[in-house]
T-cell receptor, first 111, second 114 residues
Framework: GENVEQHPSTLSVQEGDSAVIKCTYS??????FPWYKQELGKRPQLIID?????GEKKDQRIAVTLNKTAKHFSLHITETQPEDSAVYFC??????????FGKGNQVVVIP | DSGVTQTPKHLITATGQRVTLRCSPR?????VYWYQQSLDQGLQFLIQ???????AKGNILERFSAQQFPDLHSELNLSSLELGDSALYFC?????????????FGPGTRLTVT
């Protein structure tokens, strides 16, 4: 099946700085790449997604970049705020049409 | 609020017992997905139903089973429970069966097996 890995597992940033989380995958047929944010005790929520025909997508302070050749995509959060502290999961839809999730990155924004 | 509902919110039971978790998808969504989330394993896909039929199977144990009813709500049955089954169980729904669109997650059911 699809192998999805996220790095780093934990990331601490100063408020106002940028945070970047990288996700690698194994299935070259993958074509849909969402990022979910999960705050403590709450459900995962989609924050941004990208499809394989696009290299970059931006939504206010959040952006996702995709490198299909290298089989990785990254979540970029600029001007981080305390409310950005959460666990971020990347997911990949592979050739089997199933969404496989990474194990998550804990992002801590230090005020 | 995602529009996906799950009951119960919390469940405490003993080893060897059987429980049923319930999920109602968003209005109009045909797919229901079940996930298990434990501390060290992230979100593990268990099973997907689309319009009443099983569509995809993930790391679901033989002791677990699920079904989707004609009104599209779904139930996840967990039997012969073990301590290691303690986890947060999420269901999610989406409009399609192919996994290409956003999955909306419910609030989860926290299962504690003692």
């Amino acid at each position: 099946g699809e192998n999805v890995e996220q790095h780093p597992s934990t990331l601490s940033v100063q408020e106002g700085d940028s945070a970047v989380i990288k996700c690698t995958y194994s299935d070259s047929a993958s074509n849909y790449f969402p990022w979910y944010k999960q705050e403590l005790g709450k459900r995962p929520q989609l924050i941004i997604d990208i499809r394989s025909n696009v290299g970059e997508k931006k939504d206010q302070r959040i952006a996702v970049t995709l490198n299909k050749t290298a089989k990785h995509f990254s979540l970029h959060i600029t001007e981080t705020q305390p409310e950005d502290s959460a666990v971020y999961f990347c997911a990949v839809r592979g050739g089997n049409n199933r969404l496989a999730f990474g194990k998550g990155n804990q992002v801590v924004v230090i005020p | 609020d995602s529009g996906v509902t799950q009951t119960p919110k919390h469940l405490i039971t003993a080893t060897g017992q059987r429980v049923t978790l319930r999920c109602s998808p968003r209005s109009g969504d045909l797919s229901v997905y079940w996930y298990q989330q434990s501390l060290d394993q992230g979100l593990q896909f268990l099973i997907q139903y689309y319009n009443g039929e099983e569509r995809a199977k993930g790391n679901i144990l033989e002791r677990f089973s699920a079904q989707q009813f004609p009104d599209l709500h779904s139930e996840l049955n967990l039997s012969s429970l073990e301590l290691g089954d303690s986890a947060l169980y999420f269901c999610a729904s989406s409009v399609d069966g192919g996994g290409a669109y956003e999955q909306y997650f419910g609030p989860g059911t926290r299962l504690t097996v003692t």
